[in-house]
């Protein structure tokens, strides 16, 4: 027999193991030392209560004879999937019940829906980016190009003409870059694809952040239904990461190679995925009742000020960063010309403060560094101070 040989091209990525070792050398040799992280992605709020009740009332109806439920189906409950559609209805997007798919998370979506393209096409995504739109069609053997992300282009690639992609990842507002498409540049990239016979892979894992007038979804952009497919992850939305729900929206019009894709990737989860769990949609529902979304922006809004407390902070210090705003990400530029490693090490060893060095998101990460607004008041505000101390 033989394995996928694709793997072989993996690049091992160190990032987070580096992290972590550096991290936990430096608090064994310095135990006396407060060391704050601000370098996790994860959320740490709980759920929300309305969240939390939904949960257990599906979880008892599972254990009664009249209220038990089976196999659920494939693409979700259709309880859940109008919640979904009134919610986006809610900031003036048309999604149909009928063209959400729920899923255990983006992540899953994001290296699945792969599947239901050729291997010969052309991978575009943004550099920096994250690593699962890399990994995944590494393994599927396909060719992937990178669109730099720069201070030139404030961290929002642009398309090019003369390069010809298939399947191109955006996401917005970014991970790790924090900065966030307008209409027009969303616009540019929808043009593109129709013109160019291309889909979207549009990943809007962080569109809950978003309080600037900027789109949501892409399908808040003229022309998205005919060339993107959305995902979206209640992860960050609403402290889903254990949790675990997302969703994937596909509209019946998009159509590419004589195929629909919608009954495309339909065709693909009823064969591969036997849906979420009841108790988890019941409460993925909550979260888009009008209760449940007063809680949830009530976490969010938290999180939003820990963003911005980085980000005036950054302002007085006179560092440049994208994100902050629109954006649980932070992503600044290393002061004085250092490198991301260099400059981890400085936090660390001088301020006790860990991030993430951007060049594990990619070339374009080189000189950058990533900090998270998902940590807590307190230890926000006094690793600001620290790092202002230390570059001031
Ligand atoms: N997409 C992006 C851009 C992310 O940053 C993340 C999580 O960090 C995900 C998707 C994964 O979301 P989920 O937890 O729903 O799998």
């Known amino acids: 027999m033989k394995i996928n040989k694709n793997f072989d091209n993996l690049v091992p990525n160190y990032l987070f193991a580096d992290v972590a070792r550096k991290t936990a050398e430096y608090a064994a040799a310095n135990p006396d030392k407060k060391i704050i992280r601000l ?15 939904a949960m ?17 189906e494939y693409e979700g409950y259709d309880f859940i999937r109008e919640a979904i559609s009134g919610y986006y209805k809610s900031f003036g997007v048309n999604v149909s019940a009928d063209e959400i798919f729920v899923s255990d998370g983006a992540k899953s979506d994001c290296g699945n829906i792969g599947d239901i393209f050729s291997q010969d096409n052309t991978v575009l995504v943004t550099d920096p980016v994250y690593p699962v739109y890399v990994d995944s069609n590494i393994m599927a053997g396909r060719k992937i190009i990178y669109a730099a992300c720069n201070e030139e282009n ?52 962080y569109e809950a952040f978003i309080t600037d007038d900027l789109p949501r979804s892409i ?52 064969t591969k995925f036997n849906g979420v769990s009841y108790p988890v949609q019941c409460a993925a529902a909550a979260v888009f009742s009008e209760e449940g979304q007063r809680q949830i922006r009530d976490n969010i809004a938290y999180y939003q000020e820990n963003a911005r407390i980085i980000a005036s902070a950054l302002d007085e210090l006179g560092i440049y960063y994208t994100g902050g705003k629109n954006s649980p990400y932070i992503w600044l530029k290393c002061p004085n010309g250092m490198g991301s490693w260099e400059f981890f090490d400085l936090l660390l060893k ?13 070339e374009n990460g080189a000189g950058y560094f990533r900090l998270t607004s998902f940590g807590d008041r307190e230890n926000t505000v006094e690793a600001v101070e620290r790092i202002k101390k230390l570059l001031s």
């Open 39 to 53: 370098g996790i992605g994860d959320v740490t709020l709980p759920l929300a209560p309305v969240v939390v009740e």
């Open 56 to 72: 257990k009332k599906g979880a008892e109806e599972l254990g009664h004879k009249e209220t038990f439920k089976g196999y659920p």
């Open 154 to 205: 404030g961290f929002t690639a642009m398309p090019d003409e003369d390069v010809k992609a298939d399947i191109i990842y955006l996401c917005s507002p970014n991970n790790p870059t924090g900065a966030a498409f307008t209409y027009d540049q969303l616009k540019a990239w929808v043009d593109y694809a129709n013109k160019n016979d291309a889909v979207i892979l549009y990943d809007a894992a």
């Open 219 to 270: 399908y808040a952009v003229e022309g998205a239904r005919t060339c993107a497919i959305e995902l979206c992850s209640l992860s960050k939305t609403a402290g889903f990461t254990g949790t675990r729900c997302g969703y994937t929206i596909i509209p019946k019009e998009l159509e590419r190679d004589g195929h629909n894709l919608y009954a495309t990737w339909y065709r693909r989860q009823a």
């Open 350 to 362: 001088k301020a006790n403060v860990v991030g993430t060095p951007g060049e594990g998101f990619g």
